[in-house]
């Protein structure tokens, strides 16, 4: 009976230490499955983008104007932080810049900083953030400056390839108002943007 009673002991313990280990959540290191909540309050991204800005419509008193800008493609590049306070909900900034040649060839440069917030949506391993910027931007071609108002919208494809780095495609829609003393001078400006975009989790 002794006999019975340590094997008995001995097997139930043994049952015990076997269903405890297959409890155990996977170590960090492994990140094979992802779920929305892995963001939550407090978590941060830094996002880097390069790619190409591609002028649309310029606009004065109603008026559609030809732009002078040719090969009408251009490069921008931004950085941008973002701070979560939901799974969802995010409020950043960030730096940008573009510029783009002139068909005198001659350089258009700007440099934009603004705030940022959005909202993301998420579908298994992918992230689909879409976002709203308003800041202050200098334009400058030649002997002309000018700094103002611009907003941004736009919106990103990731695909969340660990718990630190996701990739993928952002593209925004610019609305660059440049309003002088003189109405008839006023211009409206709007450029799209395609970007290539790397973003770091911590």
């Avoid at 030809?66 to 939901?86: C, D, E, I, K, W």
Wanted: no cysteine; glycine share 10%.
């Amino acid at each position: 009976m002794r006999k019975a009673g340590a094997f008995l002991l001995i097997l139930l313990f043994g049952f015990t230490l076997l269903y405890a280990q297959e409890d155990e959540p996977p170590p960090d290191g492994d990140w094979d499955f992802y779920v929305p909540d892995s963001y939550t309050h407090g978590d941060q991204t830094f996002v880097i983008s390069f790619g190409a800005v591609f002028p649309t419509v310029f606009i004065n008193n109603g008026k559609i104007l030809q732009h002078n800008f040719s090969p009408p493609v251009g490069g921008a590049g931004s950085l941008s932080y973002n701070y979560f306070f939901t799974s969802n909900i995010f409020l950043g900034g960030e730096i940008s810049g573009v510029f783009m040649p002139t068909l005198g060839n001659n350089m258009y440069y700007a440099i934009l900083v603004g705030t940022r917030t959005g909202y993301q949506f998420y579908f298994w391993r992918f992230e689909f953030p879409v976002n709203v910027t308003v800041g202050m931007i200098w334009h400058r071609i030649l002997n002309f400056r000018y700094y103002g108002l611009y907003m941004k919208g736009g919106g990103a494809a990731y695909f969340r390839f660990n718990s630190e780095w996701s990739f993928g495609l952002n593209a925004n829609w610019y609305w660059l108002p440049q309003w002088t003393n003189e109405r008839r001078k006023n211009v409206d400006g709007n450029m799209v943007d395609l970007l290539l975009s790397a973003r770091y989790h911590f």
